[in-house]
């Protein structure tokens, strides 16, 4: 019996450190991804502003982003909350850094041309997490909204 423990914990301490590895482009792909799955709708403009921000500021190639992406998707169907995704940028990234990424989660939620209150409340949420000032908040979301395609 005393075996049959040892090798249950064995297995769960191996599973575990699989879903430790977690690098800054899959938690910054699954961030994105939260905010796109927020309002139940999986646009392809949202997808489009992902994969254009991973491109730009992950410097990923095409062929890279959409695995990438896919792989973000999974990871984000499975989690029980975000705070794998969110220990990593905060793990990596300073202040300034983090109010950019706050930027990009507002591009995403802006990408089909208007804010759905669920993506604002999953962006208000992430950016606590990632504690980044309200006043950080709401200055991310003014740029974002500016630079947004209207309809």
């Excluded at 969110?86 to 208007?114: C, M, P, Y």
Aim: some cysteine; proline content about 1%; charged content about 30%.
């Amino acid at each position: 019996m005393l075996n049959h423990l040892k090798k249950l914990l064995q297995n769960k301490n191996s599973k575990t450190a699989e879903h430790e590895v977690l690098d800054f482009n899959t938690a910054l792909a699954a961030l994105l991804v939260e905010v796109m799955r927020a309002d139940g709708k999986l646009l392809e403009s949202e997808f489009d502003k992902i994969r254009e921000i991973m491109i730009d500021r992950c410097q990923l190639t095409v062929e890279q982003v959409t695995p990438l992406i896919d792989k973000a998707q999974k990871q984000v169907e499975q989690a029980i909350d975000m705070y794998a995704f969110v220990k990593q940028i905060n793990q990596q990234t300073s202040d300034i850094e983090r109010i950019d990424i706050i930027e990009l989660l507002w591009h995403v939620a802006f990408a089909d041309g208007e804010l759905d209150s669920y993506e604002d409340h999953i962006i208000r949420k992430i950016s606590g997490l990632l504690y980044v000032a309200h006043a950080d908040f709401i200055s991310a979301k003014i740029a974002a909204q500016e630079s947004a395609p209207s309809r």
